[in-house]
Structure formats: C-alpha cells, structure tokens
C-alpha cells in the first residue's frame, strides 16, 4: 500500500521539481483503487489543474501505465475517449503527465500533476517516484 507519508514525500518531491522548472503545479497521488491519498497545490498554479491532476493520477493507476500511453491510444477514438470520461464521472483524463507507482511489481498508484505542459508534468512526477526509490513499471 501507497502510505500516507510516502504520498507526501511523493507531492513534495514532485514540487521541487515544478519549483526547479519555474512551473506551478498541482500534484496529486492516488491509490491503486483511484482514490486521493494527497494533493498539492502550488500558488499561482491554475485552479483547474487540481482536478486536472487527479484526472491524470486516476488513469495511471486504473491502467497502471503513465497517463500518455492512453492519450495515444486513444487519440483515434475521440468518442470512446469521451463515453469513458462520462462513465467515469470525469475521472478518466487521457493526458500526458501522470506515473504509476510500482514497488517490487506491485501497483501501489500513481503520481499525476497538472500546469505545465504534459512533458514537464509528466517529468516531475517519474523523478518523484524514481528519486524516492519506487518504479514506474512492473
């Protein structure tokens, strides 16, 4: 299980480097189940990029892949993208920006931010959960 303070950890590792790239962000982490353990919004972030971030947090975590392996996928099927959105009750955001967050090949969520562009959100969240010893992948 994703802990409390390994959350934390996450969201304030993720700030550094938003804060590193001149970027204000919103971080957020989820469980494997895409539940928010943590969010984090940084000043002068946009106020929208919260739920932008758990957006992203909770497509990693359902597909445990980063959140642009889905935006690719579904790129040719804007529709489908859409009906999965509405399903999902706006949670299932196909973006660049998002990591799951593995240890020892187990899903324990993701870590997704929102408030630069998807490469950089993308970014501070694979040098999160790598600097804090975790894997992006099984």
């Not at 299980?1 to 989820?30: F, I």
């Not at 690719?72 to 955001?93: C, Q």
């Not at 870590?111 to 993308?122: C, I, N, R, V």
Request: net charge negative; aromatic share 6%; charged share 15%.
């Amino acid at each position: 299980m994703l802990t409390l303070d390994e959350a934390l950890n996450l969201c304030a590792a993720a700030r550094e480097g938003a804060t590193e790239l001149g970027v204000p962000m919103s971080v957020a982490a989820m469980d494997p189940g895409g539940h928010l353990v943590c969010l984090v919004r940084m000043d002068r972030s946009p106020w929208i990029s919260a739920d932008v971030a758990q957006g992203k947090a909770w497509t990693a975590a359902a597909y445990g892949v980063p959140s642009a392996g889905q935006k690719t996928k579904m790129e040719p099927m804007p529709n489908f993208a859409g009906a999965l959105t509405a399903m999902t009750h706006g949670r299932f955001t196909p973006q660049t920006g998002a990591v799951p967050i593995y240890r020892h090949g187990v899903l324990l969520g993701a870590l997704g931010a929102s408030g630069g562009t998807g490469e950089q959100d993308e970014s501070v969240c694979r040098d999160a959960v790598v600097g804090a010893g975790f894997t992006t992948e099984a």
